[in-house]
């Protein structure tokens, strides 16, 4: 999942919920009819590198060489003032008509009114090939809203090349702890050079959710509750502060100044940890930045019972104002069911939730791009528990244990303390 600032997050969707309530409701409201008859041009916002425009730039070519009578306008850009610009387009009554979005924001926007529900385009959107657990993820109170580009899942990638020259044998996936995880960390930090640590990361937000669901709690509930108790986020606190006072992970003061720099300036990216608790699809990138072979382990902690699940690394949705949703659903239809989009775009934004499509793809894949997919193919074998959308105000909670967090490592708050305003911070985000 390309990993999202959570501040922004919370600031444009702050932006989206001032328009609204401000009375602006055309950028809340639902769509008053369907296409034009005729030649159509639809707007196709995403974020990403010159990479990632390049593979949709050709999959667009390829759409509209299949379908002459609409014209595809891109509007991309870095993830840096993505959503911050999306809020701005929504509120004036301007958004893209086929909008790429991350994390919370499918319910965000939905709950708000400004996407449009896909049942409504199902003459042209198939959906009857996906996974169901990728539908599941873009569905907002039983509507489908979004849709899967692609999957991806939490991963521990390693560097077998670090370790070996610690003399560390890697771990056995299969049976290991989170005990195990950082013993090994510790032991990988000490037999290295100085600079190179064992994990090159503390906890994030997304590793408290698999925390909690190993204790069979989960972060949201369905109703839209918090669904984790002080004990575990008390307990996941307690064990972040343990890696960085072990050594096991960086201190303070370099996890912070790692928080939000690029792939070739982590720790993994420069050849300098030996794991990092990770989304599976950042492989490619992670491995082209070390230059190493790097490698996808299991969670520590999955018996008995499983944390992981299938994450929705983007989602393709429409706006609710789109003057022509039809075609908007077309060029969805398009990306996700049409070999020749899955055989140009490839893993670019996660492993296809079209098994056609994985098959179409496979023998394309880079190497790390097979690893990423057979992890996936793995992944999807196991008995997880269902994954529930976060709530409105969700997208603040992560910035809220990113933050407490840090007060952790500083020991500005002690775990138990941390738990307690974790709680009563989130609660309040989410209005309960």
């Not at 708000?112 to 996906?130: E, I, P, T, Y």
């Not at 930090?189 to 503390?202: C, D, F, I």
């Not at 791009?369 to 793995?378: H, L, M, Q, R």
Request: aromatic fraction near 6%.
């Amino acid at each position: 999942m390309t990993r999202l600032s959570t501040h922004r997050l919370r600031k444009s969707v702050a932006m989206l919920s001032a328009a609204c309530l401000l009375g602006l409701t055309a950028a809340c409201s639902a769509p008053s009819g369907g296409a034009a008859d005729g030649p159509v041009e639809i707007r196709f916002a995403w974020w990403g590198n010159a990479g990632r425009a390049e593979l949709t730039n050709k999959a667009i070519a390829e759409f509209e060489a299949a379908n002459p009578d609409i014209k595809v306008k891109p509007e991309f850009g870095d993830i840096g003032g993505y959503f911050d610009k999306l809020a701005t387009q929504v509120a004036a009554n301007d958004a893209p008509d086929v909008i790429t979005m991350g994390g919370a924001y499918p319910a965000e926007y939905a709950n708000r009114g400004a996407l449009l529900d896909l049942s409504k385009v199902s003459g042209q959107l198939d959906l009857a090939k996906l996974d169901q657990g990728a539908l599941d993820n873009g569905q907002v109170q039983g509507k489908q809203y979004g849709i899967s580009t692609g999957a991806n899942a939490l991963a521990i990638v390693v560097n077998p090349a670090v370790f070996a020259a610690a003399g560390v044998p890697l771990p056995d996936d299969t049976t290991w702890s989170w005990e195990d995880f950082a013993e090994t960390a510790a032991s990988v930090t000490a037999k290295s050079p100085k600079g190179t640590y064992g994990t090159a990361t503390v906890l994030t937000h997304d590793s408290l959710d698999a925390f909690a669901r190993q204790r069979g709690e989960s972060l949201y509930t369905q109703d839209g509750q918090l669904g984790l108790t002080k004990e575990t986020v008390q307990d996941y606190f307690d064990f972040s502060l343990k890696l960085s006072e072990s050594g096991a992970a960086p201190n303070a003061s370099e996890t912070v100044e790692k928080l939000s720099v690029s792939t070739e300036q982590t720790l993994m990216g420069m050849g300098q940890a030996g794991m990092m608790l990770t989304w599976s699809n950042s492989l490619t990138a992670l491995s082209k930045a070390s230059g190493a072979e790097l490698k996808l382990l299991k969670l520590p902690g999955e018996k008995p019972t499983p944390g992981i699940w299938l994450q929705s690394s983007q989602f393709y949705t429409i706006s609710a104002r789109s003057k022509h949703p039809e075609a908007a659903a077309k060029l969805v239809n398009f990306l996700v069911n049409n070999q020749a989009a899955a055989k140009i775009i490839q893993s670019d934004r996660g492993v296809p939730s079209n098994p056609e499509m994985r098959t179409a793809i496979q023998d394309l894949l880079t190497p790390q791009g097979k690893v990423e997919a057979a992890y996936i193919g793995e992944i999807g074998k196991m008995d997880f528990a269902p994954t529930y959308i976060g709530p409105t105000g969700s997208t603040a909670v992560s910035e809220i244990t990113a933050r407490i967090n840090t007060d952790v490592l500083f020991k500005r708050l002690t775990p138990e303390k941390a738990a307690e305003q974790w709680i009563s911070e989130s609660k309040a985000a989410i209005g309960k």
